[in-house]
């Protein structure tokens, strides 16, 4: 089985490659092959029984998404993209990328032809879904992004969902919730705060929240998220049916009970570390997103993510922590 | 005030034309001229006051696009399109130019600049949506198209949203239900027989009924497309805020109800008109439309479409046959 996964260099990426390196299958077959392509050159998945390609393009150029799928892939995990704030402030790059790009990838496995069916994983994002909201957000809600980010994943979904209707490959979309606890340096991402004010403090480091404790929002660890993917590698689609994109279960908690979960886990000398400075231009982007969804359909077909934030913290601490609290 | 329609030479589009040449204003402001623009070129309206340009193009091809609106149309009807089963035939041409001709479109409007920030009313279609249906489709049900047309069309919704939301147009998206009467010959798509049956018995011409009477449908007349097109130009879409997507009001009936409303305005012998001869082909497409809206948003707006098929069979005879039945 020859896998090939775009965006290999991210954070998602990376763990992904190294899941499926520990793992030496997918699904019950050997993985013999893996391409790792990124717009830098991603790094070979440590202790891989398979022979890993690393590339590094912009797959959005012609031409370009056609030598990604040349060596016909079995399965295909989409996860590059402009992230949310970029693409927001780049309007030509979020498009070009995360919409063009796209586009050129599926066009090109179609070209493969010749009976070429890959499954191909595109991951998709909450961000699809635009304010104002119902109390808990159903399967069968529509699609109405307030990002530019949002409405190229939405374009996505439903290119997505075309191409396999009409048979040019077997595809699945996941609307990942928002992830946390996020490995690595503070960002600047609009949503940063949500991993930085638990990944900091652990790591003895002082964090800043800038929005009131009250503010609720959808989250699911690292590791689970590398488990949608695997699972959408996996799923029988015959159970999906055309309606190709599942908002993928998560955790619905307030700022106010993350805290209270990092005081349980790690007590009070850690929780300490948080430093309250509200910035209106966060809470203003942070009030728009969804709080809650109501994810049955990807439930009942297997997903599975975390149940408590404190579930959560510990993920974070075993994976990222050697589970050592600082 | 300048015009823009494109799509100009088909059935909605030249009965707009005719119309804004009769009102010779659109809310409230005098026209002083139309670009009338369409692959094959359009007829100017008859007893306009204002100047017609007409166009032939393919609006899909490279710096197209930028020619249409170079003259800064204040207004721009967007009605170009392949048709449903055209594009479902030929997936490249329906791409082509249901999708890359409005994304070229939008990106020659951005690219205008110095301030200019037309309206833009975008045709879209019933078609984004996707059996299985609840009893009535809400404004916040999901688009999950199963055609490719529909899914260009839920794709022009979402990129013209963005495009608003960004300041580059002032954009606003109709999805019409299906145009019954349509005037002229049968033709070969999929719903025509929900015009034919009533059009073709009027005009003492037998016609084919391939499906059950039972079959329920979403209509509007074409004097209520133009209604609805007219109304969308000149709104206030303050009062739609950033959900520019509507899906238009319209009349829920069965093939047995139109056929009973035939018979109450034109008699038992144009009724007997119509043969029944069922077609597996058409059985199948019909069982995946929508069969009824709850178009709420729409009609507090003031959008409006007719009540009773009596009605919609009356402005076929009013329009179209001079209020002569055969």
Same mark, same amino acid.
């Given at each position: ?48 029984? #398979?022979? *890993?390609?690393?590339?590094? *393009?912009? #797959? ?6 056609? +030598? ?16 949310? &704030? ?80 009409? &048979? #040019? ?18 960002? +600047? ?67 106010? /009970?993350?805290? /209270? ?7 009070? +000398? ?6 309250? /400075? ?23 077909? &297997? ?20 589970? +050592?609290?600082?």
């Amino acid at each position: 089985m020859h896998i090939l996964i775009i965006g290999a260099a991210g954070m998602v990426g990376r763990k992904l490659a190294n899941q499926l390196a520990k793992d030496g299958h997918l699904g019950g077959k050997v993985i013999t092959k893996a391409t790792l392509h990124d717009v830098v050159e991603p790094t070979a998945p440590v202790g891989a029984q #398979f022979s *890993s390609t690393l590339m590094a *393009s912009d #797959f959005s150029l012609p031409g370009e998404a056609a +030598k990604l799928v040349a060596g016909r892939p079995d399965v295909i995990f989409h996860l590059a993209a402009i992230v949310s &704030g970029e693409a927001e402030q780049n309007f030509d790059l979020g498009y070009r990328i995360n919409l063009h790009g796209t586009m050129e990838l599926f066009a090109a496995i179609r070209a493969v032809g010749d009976g070429y069916r890959p499954r191909v994983v595109f991951t998709s994002s909450i961000a699809v879904y635009g304010a104002p909201f119902p109390d808990a957000i159903g399967d069968e809600f529509f699609t109405t992004p307030l990002t530019s980010y949002g409405t190229q994943k939405a374009i996505g979904e439903l290119l997505l969902a075309d191409y396999s209707r009409k &048979g #040019f490959f077997d595809g699945i979309g996941i609307r990942l919730p928002t992830i946390c606890v996020r490995p690595g340096k503070p960002n +600047k991402a609009a949503s940063g705060f949500f991993s930085n004010i638990i990944r900091e403090p652990l790591a003895g480091q002082e964090a800043v929240l800038p929005v009131s404790e009250s503010v609720r929002h959808w989250h699911a660890s690292p590791r689970s998220a590398v488990g949608f993917l695997m699972h959408a590698a996996t799923l029988d689609l015959n159970l999906v049916g055309p309606r190709r994109n599942l908002a993928m279960p998560g955790l619905s908690v307030t700022v106010g /009970e993350q805290i /209270e979960a990092l005081r349980k886990v790690a007590g009070e +000398k850690v929780v300490a570390r948080i430093r309250r /400075e509200p910035d209106p231009a966060i809470i203003k982007i942070v009030d728009g997103w969804a709080t809650r969804l109501d994810a049955k359909r990807a439930t009942s077909l &297997g997903f599975k993510a975390e149940t408590s934030f404190e579930e959560i913290i510990r993920v974070h601490i075993d994976d990222e922590l050697g589970g +050592k609290i600082a």
